[in-house]
Nanobody
Framework: QVQLVESGGGLVRPGGSLRLSCAAS????????MGWYRQGPGKEREFVAG???????SYADSVKGRFTISRDNANNTVYLQMNSLKLEDTADYYC????????WGQGTQVTVSS
């Protein structure tokens, strides 16, 4: 059974950085879309960043220039480097595996606070 395990969340001050990781167990997922979504307090889950099977990357406007998504296909891992964090980036961050799997991770909490 496919599992997605996120790590790297935590508490950080505004302007700080964090790197989230999502490790997928099982077969190679290089042919599938992988992405990050987030759900802030009292908000709906929203798209943050994604990387297609061809390596094409996409970002929400709110994180462009601050966040960078990358994937390591050899290790079935996707990363989200988050720089210049803002208070409004506070949320639970979820990894997503697309295609036939349509699988969500359990989430990792990111809190930006002074």
């Amino acid at each position: 059974q496919v599992q997605l395990v996120e790590s790297g969340g935590g508490l950080v001050r505004p302007g700080g950085s964090l790197r989230l990781s999502c490790a997928a167990s099982g077969n190679s997922f290089s042919v599938y879309f992988m992405g990050w979504y987030r759900q802030g307090p009292g908000k709906e889950r929203e798209f943050v960043a994604g990387v297609s099977e061809t390596g094409r990357k996409s970002y929400a406007d709110s994180v462009k220039g601050r966040f960078t998504i990358s994937r390591d296909n050899a290790n079935n891992t996707v990363y989200l480097q988050m720089n210049s964090l803002k208070l409004e980036d506070t949320a639970d961050y979820y990894c997503y595996l697309g295609g036939l799997y349509n699988k969500w991770g359990q989430g990792t909490q990111v809190t930006v606070s002074s």
